[in-house]
């Protein structure tokens, strides 16, 4: 249902930190995602760390590498299956990832080098389980709270 990628540096993460990271970032979004937190539901869940060398990123057209002081740069993008995601609820998920991330790193907020994608995959273009995956045969899974499955149909029409 949701695939979550934070791509940072080499060496930014710690395991610990990524440990942390793999269940609070997935509650980050599963809870606006089905409307409750349901531990069920974190099996529909990935997240994926990437690391690339810091001569393989850059910002200000500058290569990590060559920075005497590199900024602490991260992205995370955040992929969902097409649903109910109104402008308050993609600030919501946005704000609790950015939360999550800092919680794990030790910080008091953000850094603004962090960027976050959050991005829809349209219904019927999710691949899963040998087949297409639908947002409405997972609505009867018994994760989803009765209102949040409202939204989710009114949203799909």
Do not use: Y
């Amino acid at each position: 249902m949701t695939i979550i990628t934070v791509t940072t540096p080499e060496g930014r993460l710690s395991e610990s930190q990524r440990r942390q990271l793999a269940q609070s970032l997935t509650d980050a979004v599963l809870v606006p995602e089905v409307g409750q937190l349901a531990p069920p539901a974190r099996i529909g869940f990935q997240v994926h760390f990437a690391e690339r060398m810091r001569d393989c990123m850059a910002i200000g057209g500058r290569l990590l590498s060559d920075l005497p002081q590199a900024p602490d740069v991260a992205t995370i993008d955040i992929c969902v299956m097409d649903a109910s995601w109104p402008p308050a609820v993609r600030k919501q998920v946005t704000e609790n990832v950015l939360a999550a991330m800092s919680q794990a790193c030790g910080l008091t907020e953000p850094s603004p080098a962090w960027w976050t994608t959050f991005r829809t995959i349209d219904e019927g273009s999710w691949g899963s389980r040998g087949g297409v995956l639908s947002i409405i045969d997972l609505l009867s899974s018994g994760v989803f709270t009765v209102d949040r499955i409202a939204e989710i149909r009114a949203a799909l029409g």
